[in-house]
């Protein structure tokens, strides 16, 4: 019996989405529980970054690169805020339906549609500034996680900067192409 690629490949990419129904019905839970004081916060928020960072890694490998941008996005989104507000955690909420919404559908959109997607996920900046369009501006922040990056990172998007961290050079460099800031 013959194992045709195919197969397999559709088969891994059927599995990958049930998985990550399952992970974003538990990011959903976490969301839930952080809201109302259900459980350790911290306890909640440590095993939610690490669901979201699990997304991320493992959608790109199935073809699902539009939702590992949205994961990274929704990752700095939280790490440039000091804490977290309800309000906050409505946004992170909307970056994990669009999520949702691409798995469901079991494919990636069309590239011509990345930009309006994204385009529609909060923005980290937290001013508006009149007669700029500074907040279409995105500032990659290469450093190392850690307390200064966090500061960092805090004080420009609450200057109204759309901030991406990368830990190196080249991880910025692929963020920036895989993205589609190019375009």
């Known amino acids: 019996m013959a194992v045709i690629l195919k197969d397999v ?5 059927q599995k990958f989405i049930e998985l990550s129904a399952d992970r974003l019905d538990g990011i959903d839970q976490s969301i839930d529980d952080i809201l109302n004081d259900k459980g ?3 306890t909640l928020y440590n095993n939610l970054q690490m669901e979201i960072h699990s997304l991320k890694g493992s959608a790109g490998s199935y073809g699902f690169h539009l939702v590992t941008t949205i994961a990274h996005r929704l990752e700095d989104y939280m790490e440039s805020s000091s804490r977290l507000e309800n309000e906050q955690w409505l946004d992170v909420q909307k970056f994990i339906d669009e999520a949702r919404r691409i798995i469901e559908q ?12 994204l385009k529609v996920l909060p923005s980290s900046s937290s001013k508006e500034f009149s007669g700029s369009d500074i907040n279409s501006i995105t500032v990659f922040l290469v450093m190392e996680s850690g307390v200064q990056r966090k500061l960092v990172g805090t004080e420009l998007a609450s200057q109204g900067i759309n901030i991406s961290f990368s830990n190196n050079p080249l991880e910025a460099i692929d963020q920036i192409f895989n993205s589609n800031l190019m375009s």
């Open 9 to 13: 490949l559709a088969q891994l990419t």
């Open 40 to 42: 350790d916060r911290g």
């Open 106 to 117: 079991g494919q990636d959109p069309d590239e011509s549609l990345y930009n309006e997607i």
